[in-house]
């Protein structure tokens, strides 16, 4: 059974770093182009970023660009977002997700999804 766990989130303040993980388990990683997304408390789960199977291909949405960072590890089947100078407004639910189609950050392009992990960014 294809499994998508993330891990890494909690409290932090203003400015601060924090690196998020999503764990593959039930199949291989590196056929799937995996993305990133966020929701906050009444607005729709968005783009944060992806990175292409192979790793060479990434995005992100304006507003985390030059903050965040994606990168994965195909052996340890584990793809990851570094989050750093983080904002208030960073504040959401992250989830990961497989495509087995094309990286994008549309939602409606991943079939597999993870349960999400909560970050808050508050002094």
């Known amino acids: 059974q294809l499994q998508l766990v993330e891990s890494g989130g909690g409290l932090v303040q203003p400015g601060g770093s924090l690196r998020l993980s999503c764990a593959a388990s039930?199949?291989?990683?590196?056929?799937?182009?995996i993305g990133w997304f966020r929701q906050a408390p009444g607005k729709e789960r968005e783009g944060v970023s992806y990175i292409s199977r192979s790793g060479g291909i990434t995005n992100y949405a304006d507003s985390v660009k030059g903050r965040f960072t994606i990168s994965r590890d195909n052996a340890k089947n584990t793809v990851y977002l570094q989050m750093n100078s983080l904002k208030p407004e960073d504040t959401a639910v992250y989830y990961c997700?497989?495509?087995?189609?094309?990286?994008?950050?549309?939602?409606?392009?991943?079939?597999?999804w993870g349960q999400g992990t909560q970050v808050t960014v508050s002094s």
């Open positions: 997700a497989a495509s087995g189609s094309f990286p994008t950050l549309d939602k409606y392009s991943y079939a597999w």
């Open positions: 039930g199949f291989a990683l590196d056929y799937y182009d």
